[in-house]
């Protein structure tokens, strides 16, 4: 059984179940981050019995109502409410669906930390507890309204940031870093990885070397976590491909832009400096670290729909 924190959701992973009852409707927000694989669905925390995520079928349940809709194929579920703790402004969880009806509660995300602050619409610097990781996160409109700057506030240097102590780990004969940093991260040099293999062969690659950090950090191999991204350093900066629940990433997870530029700003590991634009096979995203934070900049995020969904909570005796 998973271990529980903050209101009752559970930590770890848990699959659907079938004793429900119904009761009623629950609103729900649906909001799509650029550069995010996919859209987020939006809950407030104080709509929902406490608790009543804590098992699988409620959100299974959850997901089939949106079978009907033009989000049928939503995969990432977040949840916010007013901020338990002082210094916050908003409380947030995120919870990723993954194949064969299992839930993931271990595993952060940047794009869906966003999704709910713009779900939420409030005017100013907003400052999220994303209770999953522990990280806290100011949100900062740019001069162009559309656009937030995300600070993650935590030294680089923090303990914990180097998961295993140390700043390079070699994995199946692989130099790599291994950070912890809004989630943990995989990073390889792709100087390391055969220039030959096919595009399905450089995935099995990566994922194998994702299942031996799993296995080193902990994490059960059908985890979403760690998680892992290629790149190579060049005359024009860096260059990054990093994998997500499916497949490809199409940009780079914003958790994923901010281990990599607390990553490049330690000494000793295989990422080098990272600050302004990173390119990625769909565009370019930007970073900058500080000694106190880290930065992705430039993040937009729109609300695409707001439904109302069929609720139903476990049926207890």
């Given at each position: 059984?998973?271990?529980?924190?903050?209101?009752?959701?559970?930590?770890?992973?848990?699959?659907?179940?079938?004793?429900?009852?119904?009761?009623?409707?629950?609103?729900?927000?649906?909001?799509?981050?650029?550069?995010?694989?996919?859209?987020?669905?939006?809950l407030?925390?104080?709509?929902?019995?406490?608790?009543?995520?804590?098992?699988?079928?409620e959100?299974?349940?959850?997901?089939?109502?949106?079978?009907?809709?033009?989000?049928?194929d939503?995969?990432?579920i977040?949840?916010?409410?007013p901020?338990?703790?002082?210094?916050?402004?908003?409380?947030?969880?995120?919870?990723?669906?993954?194949?064969?009806?299992?839930?993931?509660?271990?595993?952060g995300?940047?794009?869906?930390l966003?999704?709910?602050?713009?779900?939420?619409?409030?005017?100013?610097?907003v400052?999220?507890?994303?209770?999953?990781?522990?990280?806290?996160?100011l949100?900062e409109?740019?001069?162009?309204?559309?656009?937030?700057?995300?600070?993650?506030?935590?030294?680089?240097?923090?303990?914990?940031?180097?998961?295993?102590?140390?700043?390079v780990?070699?994995?199946?004969?692989?130099?790599?870093?291994?950070?912890?940093?809004?989630?943990?991260?995989?990073?390889?040099?792709?100087?390391?990885?055969?220039e030959?293999?096919?595009?399905?062969?450089l995935?099995?690659?990566?994922?194998?070397?994702?299942?031996?950090?799993?296995?080193?950090?902990?994490h059960?191999?059908?985890?979403?976590?760690?998680?892992?991204?290629?790149?190579?350093?060049?005359?024009?900066?860096?260059?990054?491909?990093?994998?997500?629940?499916?497949?490809?990433h199409?940009?780079?997870?914003?958790?994923?832009?901010?281990?990599?530029?607390?990553a490049?700003?330690?000494?000793?590991?295989?990422?080098?400096a990272?600050?302004?634009?990173?390119r990625?096979?769909?565009?370019?995203?930007?970073?900058?670290?500080?000694?106190?934070?880290?930065?992705?900049?430039?993040?937009?995020?729109?609300?695409?729909?707001?439904?109302?969904?069929p609720?139903?909570?476990?049926?207890?005796?």
């Open positions: 059984m998973p271990t529980t924190d903050y209101g009752g959701y559970p930590t770890g992973i848990v699959r659907a179940t079938d004793t429900v009852c119904p009761t009623g409707t629950v609103r729900a927000t649906v909001v799509r981050a650029e550069d995010a694989p996919g859209p987020t669905l939006v407030r925390l104080d709509q929902l019995p406490v608790g009543a995520l804590a098992l699988g079928g959100l299974a349940r959850l997901r089939h109502a949106l079978s009907g809709t033009a989000y049928a939503v995969d990432k977040a949840l916010y409410g901020a338990a703790r002082p210094g916050h402004t908003l409380d947030y969880r995120f919870v990723q669906a993954l194949p064969g009806g299992v839930f993931d509660f271990r595993a995300c940047g794009h869906s966003l999704a709910c602050v713009v779900a939420d619409g409030r005017p100013g610097p400052t999220v507890r994303a209770v999953t990781t522990g990280d806290t996160v949100c409109r740019e001069p162009r309204e559309d656009a937030y700057t995300l600070s993650f506030l935590k030294a680089p240097t923090a303990p914990g940031t180097l998961p295993t102590g140390r700043p780990d070699v994995l199946d004969g692989v130099p790599v870093s291994l950070v912890r940093y809004g989630n943990p991260y995989v990073f390889v040099d792709a100087r390391h990885l055969p030959s293999e096919s595009e399905e062969a995935q099995d690659r990566l994922l194998a070397l994702r299942a031996e950090a799993a296995r080193l950090l902990g059960p191999p059908h985890s979403a976590l760690p998680k892992i991204a290629a790149f190579t350093a060049g005359p024009e900066g860096l260059s990054v491909r990093a994998l997500t629940v499916g497949g490809w199409p940009r780079l997870a914003l958790t994923g832009a901010a281990a990599l530029a607390a490049g700003a330690l000494d000793g590991t295989v990422v080098p990272a600050h302004g634009p990173v990625t096979p769909g565009g370019t995203v930007t970073v900058s670290a500080a000694p106190d934070r880290v930065r992705v900049h430039h993040k937009r995020a729109e609300v695409l729909g707001r439904l109302e969904l609720w139903r909570i476990h049926a207890t005796a």
